[in-house]
Protein backbone atom coordinates (compact mmCIF):
# COMPACT_ATOMS: atom_id res chain seq x y z
CA UNK A 1 0.00 0.00 0.00
CA UNK A 2 1.28 3.14 -0.78
CA UNK A 3 2.74 6.05 1.92
CA UNK A 4 0.20 8.99 1.68
CA UNK A 5 0.62 10.15 4.86
CA UNK A 6 3.57 12.52 3.34
CA UNK A 7 0.30 14.60 1.63
CA UNK A 8 -0.61 15.47 4.78
CA UNK A 9 -0.98 19.45 5.65
CA UNK A 10 2.63 19.18 8.14
CA UNK A 11 4.33 17.89 5.59
CA UNK A 12 3.85 21.40 3.02
CA UNK A 13 6.70 23.34 4.35
CA UNK A 14 9.45 20.75 3.26
CA UNK A 15 11.99 21.59 0.98
CA UNK A 16 12.22 18.47 -1.56
CA UNK A 17 12.60 17.44 -5.21
CA UNK A 18 13.12 14.90 -7.28
CA UNK A 19 10.90 12.00 -8.37
CA UNK A 20 8.53 9.97 -5.98
CA UNK A 21 9.37 6.81 -7.40
CA UNK A 22 11.94 5.58 -4.38
CA UNK A 23 11.66 6.06 -0.99
CA UNK A 24 14.74 7.49 0.42
CA UNK A 25 16.14 10.69 0.76
CA UNK A 26 19.30 12.81 3.18
CA UNK A 27 17.56 13.66 6.28
CA UNK A 28 18.68 17.98 5.84
CA UNK A 29 16.67 19.00 8.69
CA UNK A 30 14.57 18.73 12.18
CA UNK A 31 11.48 19.79 9.80
CA UNK A 32 11.78 16.59 7.11
CA UNK A 33 9.48 14.59 9.03
CA UNK A 34 7.20 13.00 6.20
CA UNK A 35 9.38 13.32 2.95
CA UNK A 36 9.09 9.49 2.14
CA UNK A 37 8.74 9.27 -1.01
CA UNK A 38 10.66 11.62 -2.50
CA UNK A 39 14.74 12.04 -3.10
CA UNK A 40 16.16 14.80 -0.97
CA UNK A 41 19.17 16.64 -2.24
CA UNK A 42 22.14 17.94 0.03
CA UNK A 43 22.08 22.05 -0.34
CA UNK A 44 25.63 23.30 -2.10
CA UNK A 45 27.23 23.74 1.57
CA UNK A 46 26.94 20.18 2.18
CA UNK A 47 27.43 18.52 -1.42
CA UNK A 48 31.14 20.67 -0.87
CA UNK A 49 31.81 19.65 2.44
CA UNK A 50 30.93 16.03 1.70
CA UNK A 51 32.12 15.55 -1.33
CA UNK A 52 31.59 11.80 -3.22
CA UNK A 53 31.64 10.54 0.39
CA UNK A 54 29.42 7.69 0.40
CA UNK A 55 27.05 8.43 3.31
CA UNK A 56 26.26 5.97 6.16
CA UNK A 57 22.39 4.89 5.95
CA UNK A 58 20.22 4.60 8.41
CA UNK A 59 16.84 3.50 8.88
CA UNK A 60 14.22 4.44 11.04
CA UNK A 61 10.44 3.07 11.42
CA UNK A 62 8.03 5.22 12.91
CA UNK A 63 4.16 5.23 13.06
CA UNK A 64 3.22 8.10 11.32
CA UNK A 65 0.01 7.28 10.72
CA UNK A 66 -2.60 4.85 12.62
CA UNK A 67 -3.03 4.50 16.21
CA UNK A 68 0.40 5.88 17.30
CA UNK A 69 0.85 8.94 14.64
CA UNK A 70 0.93 11.40 16.70
CA UNK A 71 3.63 10.34 19.09
CA UNK A 72 5.47 8.57 15.63
CA UNK A 73 5.99 12.02 14.48
CA UNK A 74 7.23 13.98 17.24
CA UNK A 75 9.80 11.16 17.78
CA UNK A 76 10.60 11.33 14.41
CA UNK A 77 11.93 14.95 15.14
CA UNK A 78 14.14 13.31 17.75
CA UNK A 79 15.95 11.23 15.07
CA UNK A 80 15.99 14.22 12.82
CA UNK A 81 17.43 17.16 14.73
CA UNK A 82 20.42 14.34 15.70
CA UNK A 83 20.78 13.92 12.02
CA UNK A 84 20.98 17.23 11.44
CA UNK A 85 23.11 18.18 13.86
CA UNK A 86 25.66 15.57 12.73
CA UNK A 87 25.57 16.52 9.11
CA UNK A 88 25.98 20.48 9.87
CA UNK A 89 28.92 19.28 11.64
CA UNK A 90 30.58 17.51 8.94
CA UNK A 91 29.02 14.25 9.70
CA UNK A 92 30.35 10.75 10.81
CA UNK A 93 33.96 9.96 9.54
CA UNK A 94 33.54 12.33 7.02
CA UNK A 95 30.26 10.88 5.67
CA UNK A 96 27.13 12.48 5.98
CA UNK A 97 24.01 9.84 7.15
CA UNK A 98 21.68 9.47 4.92
CA UNK A 99 18.26 8.68 6.56
CA UNK A 100 15.60 6.38 5.02
CA UNK A 101 12.13 6.68 7.20
CA UNK A 102 9.23 4.13 6.29
CA UNK A 103 5.71 4.59 8.11
CA UNK A 104 4.58 1.06 10.11
CA UNK A 105 1.08 2.21 10.17
CA UNK A 106 0.94 1.36 14.00
CA UNK A 107 0.85 -2.42 12.33
CA UNK A 108 3.05 -5.11 13.69
CA UNK A 109 2.87 -7.45 10.49
CA UNK A 110 3.48 -3.97 8.45
CA UNK A 111 6.36 -3.12 10.75
CA UNK A 112 8.12 -6.61 9.81
CA UNK A 113 7.71 -6.04 6.29
CA UNK A 114 9.21 -2.71 6.23
CA UNK A 115 12.27 -3.65 8.68
CA UNK A 116 12.33 -6.47 5.96
CA UNK A 117 12.81 -3.95 2.75
CA UNK A 118 15.16 -1.74 5.14
CA UNK A 119 17.52 -4.25 5.31
CA UNK A 120 17.01 -6.17 1.83
CA UNK A 121 16.32 -3.40 -0.40
CA UNK A 122 17.40 0.23 1.26
CA UNK A 123 20.68 -1.43 2.61
CA UNK A 124 20.42 0.09 6.01
CA UNK A 125 23.73 -0.15 8.16
CA UNK A 126 21.79 0.22 11.38
CA UNK A 127 18.38 1.13 12.40
CA UNK A 128 17.43 3.63 14.72
CA UNK A 129 13.48 3.85 15.93
CA UNK A 130 10.67 1.55 17.07
CA UNK A 131 7.60 3.20 18.89
CA UNK A 132 5.15 0.51 19.38
CA UNK A 133 6.90 -2.61 21.89
CA UNK A 134 4.47 -5.21 19.52
CA UNK A 135 6.62 -3.66 16.26
CA UNK A 136 9.76 -3.66 18.10
CA UNK A 137 9.01 -7.46 19.02
CA UNK A 138 7.89 -8.22 15.51
CA UNK A 139 11.07 -6.70 14.17
CA UNK A 140 13.78 -7.62 16.03
CA UNK A 141 14.36 -11.11 14.51
CA UNK A 142 14.58 -9.39 10.92
CA UNK A 143 17.92 -7.20 12.54
CA UNK A 144 19.28 -10.31 14.12
CA UNK A 145 19.27 -12.01 10.83
CA UNK A 146 20.61 -9.32 8.78
CA UNK A 147 23.30 -9.02 11.70
CA UNK A 148 22.56 -5.07 12.08
CA UNK A 149 22.07 -3.09 15.00
CA UNK A 150 18.74 -1.93 16.09
CA UNK A 151 18.59 1.06 18.27
CA UNK A 152 15.38 1.21 19.95
CA UNK A 153 14.31 4.63 20.85
CA UNK A 154 10.30 4.51 22.17
CA UNK A 155 9.17 1.14 22.93
CA UNK A 156 9.56 -0.19 26.67
CA UNK A 157 8.35 -3.77 26.50
CA UNK A 158 10.17 -5.50 29.42
CA UNK A 159 10.57 -8.43 27.44
CA UNK A 160 13.32 -6.62 24.84
CA UNK A 161 16.05 -6.57 27.09
CA UNK A 162 15.08 -9.48 29.39
CA UNK A 163 13.89 -12.76 28.10
CA UNK A 164 13.72 -11.78 24.42
CA UNK A 165 16.99 -9.86 24.15
CA UNK A 166 18.98 -9.99 21.31
CA UNK A 167 22.93 -9.30 20.90
CA UNK A 168 21.80 -6.67 18.22
CA UNK A 169 19.27 -4.67 19.92
CA UNK A 170 20.00 -1.64 22.34
CA UNK A 171 17.51 0.41 24.42
CA UNK A 172 19.70 3.29 25.42
CA UNK A 173 16.92 4.91 28.02
CA UNK A 174 15.01 3.35 30.50
CA UNK A 175 12.31 0.37 30.76
CA UNK A 176 9.02 -0.43 33.46
CA UNK A 177 11.50 -2.36 36.12
CA UNK A 178 13.62 0.52 36.61
CA UNK A 179 10.63 3.31 36.72
CA UNK A 180 8.88 1.14 39.22
CA UNK A 181 11.92 0.73 41.36
CA UNK A 182 11.82 4.66 41.05
CA UNK A 183 8.23 5.37 41.74
CA UNK A 184 6.75 2.82 43.81
CA UNK A 185 8.68 4.02 47.38
CA UNK A 186 6.92 7.57 46.79
CA UNK A 187 2.89 5.74 45.93
CA UNK A 188 3.26 3.86 48.99
CA UNK A 189 4.74 6.53 51.40
CA UNK A 190 3.47 9.49 49.70
CA UNK A 191 -0.17 8.36 48.24
CA UNK A 192 -1.55 5.58 49.73
CA UNK A 193 -1.09 1.70 50.26
CA UNK A 194 -3.86 0.38 48.00
CA UNK A 195 -3.52 0.27 44.04
CA UNK A 196 -5.68 -0.10 41.39
CA UNK A 197 -3.66 -0.59 38.05
CA UNK A 198 -5.26 -0.24 34.50
CA UNK A 199 -3.38 -0.34 31.12
CA UNK A 200 -3.06 -0.90 27.64
CA UNK A 201 -3.58 -4.47 26.73
CA UNK A 202 -0.66 -5.43 24.43
CA UNK A 203 2.85 -6.14 25.21
CA UNK A 204 3.64 -2.71 26.94
CA UNK A 205 0.97 -2.45 29.18
CA UNK A 206 1.13 -6.14 30.32
CA UNK A 207 4.48 -6.16 30.86
CA UNK A 208 4.26 -2.66 32.62
CA UNK A 209 1.63 -3.72 34.97
CA UNK A 210 3.65 -6.46 36.30
CA UNK A 211 7.00 -4.60 36.95
CA UNK A 212 4.23 -2.59 39.12
CA UNK A 213 2.79 -4.95 40.61
CA UNK A 214 5.83 -6.50 42.01
CA UNK A 215 7.54 -3.57 42.98
CA UNK A 216 4.23 -2.11 44.74
CA UNK A 217 4.13 -5.43 46.71
CA UNK A 218 8.03 -5.32 47.61
CA UNK A 219 7.15 -1.89 49.03
CA UNK A 220 4.59 -2.66 51.36
CA UNK A 221 1.59 -1.58 49.15
CA UNK A 222 -0.98 -3.76 47.66
CA UNK A 223 -2.68 -3.89 43.88
CA UNK A 224 -6.29 -4.72 45.28
CA UNK A 225 -7.22 -5.10 40.85
CA UNK A 226 -6.46 -4.67 37.68
CA UNK A 227 -8.37 -4.09 34.25
CA UNK A 228 -6.78 -4.64 30.58
CA UNK A 229 -8.17 -2.01 28.34
CA UNK A 230 -7.15 -3.25 24.29
CA UNK A 231 -5.17 -0.59 22.25
CA UNK A 232 -7.10 1.90 20.51
CA UNK A 233 -10.35 1.96 22.52
CA UNK A 234 -12.06 4.66 21.80
CA UNK A 235 -14.80 4.92 24.32
CA UNK A 236 -13.03 3.52 27.49
CA UNK A 237 -16.30 4.12 30.05
CA UNK A 238 -17.25 0.74 29.62
CA UNK A 239 -14.26 -0.67 31.17
CA UNK A 240 -13.72 2.13 33.72
CA UNK A 241 -17.38 1.44 35.14
CA UNK A 242 -16.35 -1.97 35.95
CA UNK A 243 -13.59 -0.58 38.11
CA UNK A 244 -14.63 -0.57 41.95
CA UNK A 245 -13.87 -1.94 45.31
CA UNK A 246 -11.97 0.26 48.20
CA UNK A 247 -8.70 1.70 46.91
CA UNK A 248 -6.52 4.80 47.70
CA UNK A 249 -4.59 5.48 44.09
CA UNK A 250 -5.53 4.46 40.76
CA UNK A 251 -2.36 4.24 38.62
CA UNK A 252 -2.70 4.03 34.75
CA UNK A 253 -0.18 2.50 32.23
CA UNK A 254 -1.29 4.61 28.81
CA UNK A 255 0.16 6.89 25.78
CA UNK A 256 -1.38 9.15 23.69
CA UNK A 257 -4.63 9.16 22.31
CA UNK A 258 -5.26 5.95 24.90
CA UNK A 259 -4.19 8.34 27.62
CA UNK A 260 -6.13 11.25 26.75
CA UNK A 261 -9.45 8.60 26.25
CA UNK A 262 -8.63 6.89 29.77
CA UNK A 263 -8.27 10.28 31.66
CA UNK A 264 -11.45 11.68 30.41
CA UNK A 265 -13.32 8.56 31.42
CA UNK A 266 -12.26 8.46 34.88
CA UNK A 267 -12.72 12.07 35.49
CA UNK A 268 -16.04 11.92 33.96
CA UNK A 269 -17.16 9.04 36.27
CA UNK A 270 -15.85 10.52 39.80
CA UNK A 271 -12.90 8.41 39.88
CA UNK A 272 -10.08 10.86 40.20
CA UNK A 273 -12.45 12.21 43.47
CA UNK A 274 -12.35 8.86 45.31
CA UNK A 275 -8.94 8.02 44.60
CA UNK A 276 -5.54 9.75 43.42
CA UNK A 277 -4.24 9.34 39.99
CA UNK A 278 -1.11 8.18 38.92
CA UNK A 279 1.00 6.70 36.31
CA UNK A 280 3.17 6.30 33.57
CA UNK A 281 4.84 9.66 32.53
CA UNK A 282 3.11 8.95 29.00
CA UNK A 283 0.18 9.98 30.25
CA UNK A 284 0.79 13.32 31.02
CA UNK A 285 3.44 14.11 27.83
CA UNK A 286 3.38 17.82 27.23
CA UNK A 287 2.22 17.30 23.87
CA UNK A 288 -1.47 15.36 25.79
CA UNK A 289 -1.84 18.62 27.87
CA UNK A 290 -4.00 20.70 25.96
CA UNK A 291 -6.25 18.45 25.17
CA UNK A 292 -6.34 16.60 28.94
CA UNK A 293 -7.32 20.60 30.68
CA UNK A 294 -8.12 20.40 34.04
CA UNK A 295 -8.77 16.60 33.81
CA UNK A 296 -5.18 15.94 34.56
CA UNK A 297 -4.65 18.38 37.36
CA UNK A 298 -2.85 16.85 40.39
CA UNK A 299 -1.88 13.64 38.62
CA UNK A 300 1.62 12.09 39.50
CA UNK A 301 3.40 10.25 37.22
CA UNK A 302 6.85 9.70 36.92
CA UNK A 303 9.32 9.70 33.50
CA UNK A 304 12.90 9.90 32.52
CA UNK A 305 12.03 13.51 30.25
CA UNK A 306 10.07 16.30 31.21
CA UNK A 307 9.96 19.68 29.27
CA UNK A 308 10.86 21.94 32.73
CA UNK A 309 13.95 24.13 32.75
CA UNK A 310 14.08 24.11 36.61
CA UNK A 311 17.24 22.19 38.49
CA UNK A 312 18.32 19.71 37.44
CA UNK A 313 17.50 20.49 33.95
CA UNK A 314 18.56 23.87 34.08
CA UNK A 315 21.73 23.44 32.28
CA UNK A 316 23.13 24.72 28.61
CA UNK A 317 22.78 21.79 26.99
CA UNK A 318 19.45 20.99 27.91
CA UNK A 319 18.33 24.70 26.95
CA UNK A 320 19.90 24.19 23.57
CA UNK A 321 17.84 20.80 23.43
CA UNK A 322 14.69 22.72 24.11
CA UNK A 323 15.03 25.68 21.91
CA UNK A 324 15.73 23.09 19.28
CA UNK A 325 12.63 20.61 19.83
CA UNK A 326 10.40 23.39 20.38
CA UNK A 327 10.96 25.15 17.22
CA UNK A 328 10.91 21.82 15.05
CA UNK A 329 7.84 20.75 16.97
CA UNK A 330 6.02 24.03 15.82
CA UNK A 331 6.75 23.04 12.34
CA UNK A 332 4.14 19.78 12.00
CA UNK A 333 1.96 21.27 14.90
CA UNK A 334 1.38 25.18 15.19
CA UNK A 335 0.53 25.29 18.64
CA UNK A 336 3.28 24.57 19.18
CA UNK A 337 3.68 21.43 22.02
CA UNK A 338 6.93 21.63 24.27
CA UNK A 339 9.26 18.20 23.39
CA UNK A 340 8.18 15.17 25.27
CA UNK A 341 9.76 12.15 25.89
CA UNK A 342 9.76 10.61 22.23
CA UNK A 343 11.68 13.45 20.98
CA UNK A 344 14.53 13.29 23.77
CA UNK A 345 14.73 9.50 23.38
CA UNK A 346 15.33 9.64 19.60
CA UNK A 347 17.68 12.56 19.70
CA UNK A 348 19.55 10.89 22.13
CA UNK A 349 19.42 6.97 20.98
CA UNK A 350 20.98 8.03 17.67
CA UNK A 351 23.84 10.16 19.70
CA UNK A 352 24.31 6.66 20.73
CA UNK A 353 24.73 5.26 17.34
CA UNK A 354 27.00 8.13 16.65
CA UNK A 355 29.48 7.71 19.22
CA UNK A 356 29.65 4.07 18.26
CA UNK A 357 30.28 4.40 15.21
CA UNK A 358 33.37 7.05 15.90
CA UNK A 359 34.76 4.76 18.71
CA UNK A 360 34.52 1.44 16.86
CA UNK A 361 35.84 2.57 13.52
CA UNK A 362 32.49 1.28 12.02
CA UNK A 363 32.49 1.32 7.52
CA UNK A 364 29.17 -1.08 7.49
CA UNK A 365 27.53 -3.67 8.52
CA UNK A 366 30.97 -5.84 8.04
CA UNK A 367 31.47 -4.14 11.13
CA UNK A 368 28.60 -4.70 13.14
CA UNK A 369 30.37 -6.87 15.71
CA UNK A 370 32.85 -3.87 16.55
CA UNK A 371 29.68 -1.48 16.74
CA UNK A 372 28.28 -3.54 19.29
CA UNK A 373 31.09 -4.39 21.22
CA UNK A 374 31.71 -0.59 21.15
CA UNK A 375 28.40 0.42 22.60
CA UNK A 376 28.71 -2.50 25.15
CA UNK A 377 28.93 -0.64 28.66
CA UNK A 378 29.11 2.81 27.02
CA UNK A 379 28.69 5.14 29.88
CA UNK A 380 27.80 8.79 28.92
CA UNK A 381 27.87 12.22 30.51
CA UNK A 382 25.03 14.76 30.13
CA UNK A 383 26.01 17.17 27.43
CA UNK A 384 24.66 18.63 23.91
CA UNK A 385 24.19 15.04 22.87
CA UNK A 386 22.95 13.60 26.37
CA UNK A 387 20.60 16.57 27.44
CA UNK A 388 18.84 14.68 29.59
CA UNK A 389 21.30 13.54 32.09
CA UNK A 390 24.46 10.62 32.88
CA UNK A 391 23.57 7.24 31.28
CA UNK A 392 24.97 3.56 31.31
CA UNK A 393 23.98 1.31 28.43
CA UNK A 394 24.86 -1.95 30.23
CA UNK A 395 26.44 -4.71 28.62
CA UNK A 396 24.94 -8.04 29.80
CA UNK A 397 21.53 -6.97 28.76
CA UNK A 398 21.42 -3.24 26.53
CA UNK A 399 19.70 -1.85 29.21
CA UNK A 400 20.40 1.74 29.95
CA UNK A 401 19.60 3.29 32.96
CA UNK A 402 19.59 6.99 33.98
CA UNK A 403 17.67 9.47 36.04
CA UNK A 404 14.12 9.45 36.98
CA UNK A 405 11.81 12.10 37.30
CA UNK A 406 8.75 12.23 39.77
CA UNK A 407 5.88 15.39 38.62
CA UNK A 408 2.60 16.39 39.02
CA UNK A 409 0.86 18.09 36.73
CA UNK A 410 0.02 22.36 38.18
CA UNK A 411 -1.78 24.63 36.23
CA UNK A 412 -1.73 22.75 33.16
CA UNK A 413 2.11 22.23 33.35
CA UNK A 414 4.99 19.67 34.52
CA UNK A 415 5.76 20.59 38.05
CA UNK A 416 9.43 18.45 39.27
CA UNK A 417 8.73 17.00 42.39
CA UNK A 418 11.69 14.63 43.19
CA UNK A 419 14.79 13.67 41.21
CA UNK A 420 15.92 10.05 41.44
CA UNK A 421 19.47 9.21 40.75
CA UNK A 422 20.38 6.26 38.00
CA UNK A 423 22.15 4.35 40.91
CA UNK A 424 19.09 4.21 42.80
CA UNK A 425 17.05 2.71 39.52
CA UNK A 426 18.92 -0.59 38.87
CA UNK A 427 17.76 -4.07 38.76
CA UNK A 428 19.30 -6.79 37.63
CA UNK A 429 20.33 -8.43 34.36
CA UNK A 430 17.97 -10.71 33.08
CA UNK A 431 19.12 -11.60 29.81
CA UNK A 432 20.59 -14.50 27.85
CA UNK A 433 22.07 -14.20 24.15
CA UNK A 434 21.45 -16.48 22.09
Known sequence: MAERWQDEPWTKHLWWTGK????????????????????????????EAFGQAKPYKVGTLQPLSGTAAAGGKTALVGVQMAVERINTSGGLNGRPIELVIADYESKPDVGRRKAEKLMVEDKVDAHVGGYLSNVCLACMPVYEEHKVVNMVSVCLDTTITTTKCSRYTFRPFDYAPAQAVAISPYLINKMGKKWHIAYLDYAWGQSTRDAYIEQIKKNGGEVVGTTGIPLGTADMASFVSKISGSFDGLFGIFFGANAINFTSAIYDLG??????????????????????????EGFVGINRYIPVLDPPLNTAAHRKFFDQAVAALKKIDPSGPLPDRYVQSNFEATNFLKLGIQKSGFRGREDTMKLIEALEGMEVKESDDFPQGDKTLRKEDHQAFLREFIFTIQGGKHKLIEVIAKEKTIVPAACKFA
Not at 20 to 47: D, K
Not at 281 to 293: D, P, R
Request: charged share 20%.
Open 20 to 47: TTRRRFLSLSAAAAGAVGATMLVPPPWR
Open 271 to 296: LTKKAKYAGDGAIAESTHLAALGQKI
